[in-house]
């Protein structure tokens, strides 16, 4: 399988209506009244990036029992991508009553996003989208499907990136370090 790095922060993102189904009602959702922050005024954000392999159930953010806004997230199909297939990002939450992404006590789809080679899709969420169990005891974890058009037996690896903030708990396992959970008379974390 052929492998290659993407800087995302280096794109020129762009989202378009025609990607796949959008995030309905992500503007309105928030962690709690008053815990609303846009992503470069959020005193506790993190990020991450990855690289996918084609497969369903892949865990991108989790599992986590901890209340998290996710504030943005991009879907990259690689320019030179196998046959000029397009890569396709089924993005869905599952709750757990275990610490695992494997337990079924829920299921939330959030969207399905299609990159033709060279796409990429950055959706910024405004108010962000609260990732936290359904109820006390679960955990939850953001899952990711991806398919490349045609089942091709070699491809390049699309990557997937997001960036969040931490409302209350730990930082999710696949997180950047230095995160703390936003508490009142919290100090801002120095690194990231």
């Given at each position: 399988?052929?492998?290659?790095?993407?800087?995302?922060?280096?794109?020129?993102?762009?989202?378009?209506?025609?990607s796949g189904f959008g995030l309905s009602g992500a503007a309105a959702q928030t962690a709690g009244p008053g815990l609303v922050y846009p992503p470069a005024a959020a005193p506790n954000s993190f990020?991450?990036?990855?690289?996918l392999a084609a497969g369903n159930?892949?865990?991108?953010?989790?599992?986590?029992?901890s209340t998290i806004v996710l504030t943005t997230f991009s879907w990259q199909n690689p320019s030179d991508q196998t046959n000029g297939a397009t890569?396709?990002?089924t993005l869905f939450i599952i709750y757990s009553d275990?610490?695992?992404?494997g337990g079924l006590a829920g299921f939330a789809p959030i969207g399905r996003f299609g990159a033709k080679p060279s796409q990429t899709f950055q959706s910024a969420i405004p108010g962000g989208f609260t990732l936290k169990p359904q109820a006390p005891g679960q955990y939850?974890?953001?899952?990711?499907?991806?398919?490349?058009?045609?089942?091709?037996?070699?491809?390049?690896?699309?990557?997937?990136?997001?960036?969040?903030?931490?409302?209350?708990?730990?930082?999710p396992n696949t997180a950047s370090a230095g995160v703390q959970a936003i508490v009142p008379n919290a100090a801002r974390p120095v690194a990231h």
């Open positions: 399988m052929k492998h290659r790095r993407v800087c995302l922060l280096a794109c020129a993102y762009a989202i378009s209506a025609m990020s991450n990036a990855m690289d159930f892949q865990s991108l953010i989790g599992p986590s029992s890569a396709t990002l275990t610490q695992s992404c939850w974890c953001l899952m990711g499907s991806i398919s490349i058009q045609g089942n091709p037996s070699s491809y390049l690896q699309p990557m997937f990136g997001y960036t969040a903030n931490l409302i209350s708990g730990t930082a």
